[in-house]
């Protein structure tokens, strides 16, 4: 990014109430972390400290009468937080350009339905035998593709992402790379003293509008099917067993482990590094807080639950306080002690 | 699938008992997740109010005498569970066919040892220098075989694996997409204000029949050898550290983490985001409970372990029982201090 | 590895003191872990134990007075632990050579800045539209290197690896296979029902002499940078969280995670699954124990932090040490309890 401050007020439509024209900017930041080259924003009062304090080149402010260090100019817009948002879509790094057609060092089997005017392949792709992918969806660098898979349009999959035999992927999906869709299941007999294997011939259905961290596992249905709920969001190293059925609208924080067969209901959030044991059922609208481990089902709607065992936020709080009151006892039950020591 | 209620009395060599033998059947599933449309089964009688109560077209049960909704089919055979499997297996979605031959959009090394009439090497996969590959293994899209690699027969490298050279791989062994086998261990010294890297030189190796989850990791050997021993069953997004010797028959559940140089005995179970702290012994036998932290050895085989720090079944309830307890301790505590008070 | 006790003797140029210079040895082990065939090392006295029992075939030994079985050979060197890296780094597994040129199986875009006689880029790989790389530099096999990423000179890129557009890496980067740089933060905006996406614009900067582990992942800035300070090195399986700022020369072990917008000092250590909410700051040369969760900041450098929340290691020790008194506390009010009953 090079530009001026001048460009800049011109581009958001505001009004360039202190400092030059002609200063050049050349990135963007945070109040806090801005130095002067960076273009920053005051969006909320309660970042008004920071304002106080900041290095930025240039803030875009909804008023001129705020309190910022003299170095910094001021560019008056209506709405802050989307000017800023104008300026980092104009200025930063743009996702690549949907470039329709099949890269010659792909792979594309030559029974694959697929429009090559409006799909991009990307090189080292590969589509297997019998796969479909619907228009405007671009297939990464280095993705596989399984037989038969089925990929809606506009859907977006990263690089270097696996999709196993038969998958169902919607309309606007987005899978990071790295994402593993349809790996078999972790199923097992124990026989004769060998763990033999049970044959997982289900899939995995990934509804519409649903994202997908970087190397995020999701396995395939014993039987049946594994299903992202629509609109779903999912983020990084995130663990999904064989026929867990998540509902449409949740959030999956980063490192979450769901144990197969789980259901989770619509409006769920599992905050980072959650646990939630196998074949249980969480009502809609619950919230489980960080590493919470959920080893029971959740059976009333909209809860909030923290803690290993996973327990409603007041129960798990009166846990905690009652473990720093021991403190208190032991002092307590000592003085009773020598009081009764002493009227013996 | 599309086929019928007749043609799968057919093909489980069942008896139709109720219902129609014409009637559409294009699914299956479990009794409380089935509609018209899915086949089910009748297995267990645990599962006897999930059958008073379920929509599915058809229901392989053992007996004709059993309480299912009149809408239902009912298909008696010996084994339901059997049966099912049988259903299953002819209409599920099939794993990809075993085609022999390399693929053109691969690269193999000229140096390989493989008998391209028996290895199957899928598109984009790559097969480094004096890599040797046993009949009926197959090398998924995307995978990167490293120098000196060996891998036995009837193998199934996934998608997107990655194997670093001079790592030995068995029999029969199955790596699910994403897999990463041979990467450095964590080693540094710290020199003068930085970690200097400590080379990995020694390999993996992973004995027969072992199967290992998408995206796990098995870091190479400081030197000498990580050892996956005979039979283990590892999920999906365990961590692996150098040195760590796994025996046979364990199964090692998803995002398990085992640091370096710890040995783990045969038969053992890690269940789900349980942590091993490094150069740690474990039993024969053991068994962690999901989210264990074992920090010191377990010595004494076939245990089982839960919390963290790991102890005991019994230890841990007891230690979660005294906190349920210090409410009733205060009470009790506050009912003698007035009862002190009263007599003074 | 195939070779004599006396070639051995005169790598590491030491005195055969006891043993046959013609005994073949085929490998190298840890003195518990050795047998006949294995060359081992006696480096530190607090391995007696082990040398007196050892199954070595020989041992690398600082003296020839040294308590060892009868079976074993000795060589006599100066620094046994630095004869035996000797040792290792002549027999054990080397890593591949590099070999400069573009493999006529990767892809690399026209416009792509390299040097095809001091890069190597390896087959399958993608390097797209405007990146840049550094001489001495290897792009490895099946890894995905997006528009305009800038990589340093003698960076070592591993299989598999995605670097999104944008991103710059340092010189002397490790990136083992599997790792993810650049995937899009998490962030959403929850809109009449539905969770709607915030552009991720920014980028990750990985400064010089940064290893990263497999199948880490490291979001990219919602805007700015995600900054991962020189020298720091990260294991396996982390979760880095967009705009986070780590400093220079930090261990982070296998499966942290770490919320976005957090910031980690210089010199700060996060044991093993270690989790770090979003936005907080951890001060310089802090240490976090294994599985630490840590929910608030921690603003004095140099403290050790253990247990969920994180606190300081005394005040963990004292909470665990407390529930442990729960037991006697119940005794000693019952005591008093009868006391008081018979009194009155």
Redesign the interface.
């Given at each position: 990014m090079k530009t001026t401050i001048g460009e800049i007020a011109e581009l958001v439509g505001g009004e360039l109430v202190r400092g030059s024209a002609e200063a050049e900017m050349s990135?963007?930041?945070?109040l806090d972390?801005a130095d002067s080259s960076c273009v920053s924003f005051y969006g909320n009062p309660k970042y008004k400290d920071q304002l106080a304090e900041t290095k930025a080149g240039l803030v875009l402010s909804p008023s001129a009468e705020v309190e910022a260090p003299e170095a910094v100019a001021l560019v008056v817009v209506e709405n802050p937080i989307l000017a800023?948002?104008t300026v980092?879509?104009a200025y930063?790094?743009?996702?690549?350009e949907f470039v329709p057609g099949i890269?010659e060092?792909?792979?594309v089997a030559p029974d694959v339905e697929l429009d090559p005017s409006k799909v991009s392949v990307?090189?080292?792709?590969?589509v297997?035998s019998r796969a479909k992918v619907g228009n405007g969806t671009r297939i990464?660098?280095?993705?596989?593709i399984?037989?038969?898979v089925v990929i809606g349009e506009n859907a977006e999959i990263?690089?270097?992402v696996?999709i196993?035999?038969?998958c169902i992927i919607g309309d606007r999906v987005?899978l990071?790379?790295?994402v593993?869709v349809g790996?078999?299941g972790?199923g097992?007999e124990f026989v004769e003293?060998?763990?033999q294997?049970i044959?997982q011939?289900?899939?995995v259905r990934i509804e519409d509008?649903v994202?997908v961290?970087?190397?995020t596992?999701i396995?395939?249905a014993r039987?049946?099917e594994t299903v992202i709920g629509e609109?779903t969001?999912i983020?990084?190293?995130v663990?999904i067993?064989h026929n867990v059925?998540i509902g449409k609208?949740c959030?999956i924080?980063?490192?979450v482990?769901i144990?197969g067969s789980s259901r989770i209901g619509n409006y769920v959030t599992l905050a980072?590094?959650t646990?939630v044991?196998g074949h249980l059922t969480i009502a809609d609208q619950t919230t489980c807080g960080?590493?919470s481990?959920v080893?029971s089902s959740i059976t009333e709607p909209g809860g909030t639950y923290f803690g290993?065992p996973a327990k409603p936020m007041k129960e798990n709080l009166?846990?905690s306080m009652?473990?720093?009151?021991?403190?208190g006892?032991?002092k307590?039950?000592k003085a009773?002690?020598s009081?009764?020591a002493q009227?013996e």
């Open positions: 990135n963007f930041a945070a972390q800023f948002d980092i879509r930063g790094v743009k996702p690549p890269s060092s792909s792979y990307l090189p080292n792709a590969t297997s990464g660098s280095g993705s596989v399984g037989e038969g990263g690089a270097n696996t196993r035999e038969g987005i990071h790379p790295g593993v790996a078999d972790f097992f003293g060998r763990h294997k044959e011939l289900g899939i509008d994202e961290g970087a190397s596992t396995d395939r039987f049946g609109g969001k983020d990084n190293q663990q067993g059925i609208h959030i924080v980063a490192q482990g144990s980072a590094q646990g044991a960080g590493r481990g080893i290993y009166r846990d009652r473990v720093k009151q021991i403190g006892l032991l307590r039950v009773l002690e009081k009764i009227s």
